[in-house]
């Protein structure tokens, strides 16, 4: 992939059509291990078995990073911190989410150097404690679940807020990243050209649902099926999650007003 990254993708309980959650090895000589994501029991022995064929390469994991708290990024993480004794690192929105079972070693913050060019990145949105990881000497960007190049990427009510979700979308698509490794699906090629796709996606669905609110006061379920008549319907549940978030969103700006399960639009 690129001198200092290799890629280890192994089989999680993630949102379909992904099914597979990356691992990374970044780094030349003391490596970091990124996403201890599998609960999966053969999955697990051929995680373990990719990190202790590093130092054969001349490579020395010291640790594992996880970039967020969610099922599919850290059901790994307690069994695979103790098959290869690295301690945990993650954001401490991150730490406080987590089963007691997973104990982190270090707290990272927004603009700690690791490996002495990796800058992380803290970009909530999709989950309070998410994290990326920036390489500006090469371009890489290791950024989670912000984008991915297979599924999509939710912002569900509870973990997600789309006002920052979309605000850190803009600070990731202002870096000039030359490539993002996303935690599903392949590497991605001009990583600010799909930034902006998924701000301007974001922003006509919001149009759509202010067009949907136009009708008068109306409930979330009843905004749906206008809001998302360019979706199957099989696909609405999830859909309505990301409605939710939009909803919350234009109500936070002062756009839109709720009472109890009815929202209306503010002139």
Known sequence: MLPNVQMFAARTPTLLPATHTNSYALGRGDVLLVEPATPYEDERRAWV??????????????????????????SGAAFLAHETGLPLW?????RVRLDESVQIARI????????????????????????CLHDESTGALVCGDMVA??????IAPGDGDMRVYLRELARLESLGARVALPAHGDPIDEPEKVFRKYIVHRGMRED????????????AAE??????????????PIAALSLQAHLDKLVAEGRAARNENVYRLVT
């Not at 993650?90 to 991150?94: L, S, V, Y």
């Not at 759509?208 to 409930?219: D, F, L, P, Q």
């Open 149 to 154: 190049s297979v599924g999509t990427i939710l």
């Open 49 to 74: 078995e990719w990190a202790r064929a590093l130092p054969s390469q001349g490579r020395t994991p010291i640790a594992i990073v996880i970039t967020h708290h969610h099922e599919d990024h850290v």
């Open 208 to 219: 759509r649902i202010v067009a949907a609110m136009k009708k008068g006061e109306r409930s």
């Open 223 to 236: 905004i749906l099926p206008d809001a998302y008549d360019d979706t199957p319907p099989h696909v609405w």
């Open 108 to 131: 990272l913050e927004d603009g700690d150097v690791l490996l002495d060019s990796w800058r992380v990145l803290h970009t909530p949105g999709h989950a309070p404690g998410h994290v």
């Open 90 to 94: 993650a954001h401490e929105e991150t």
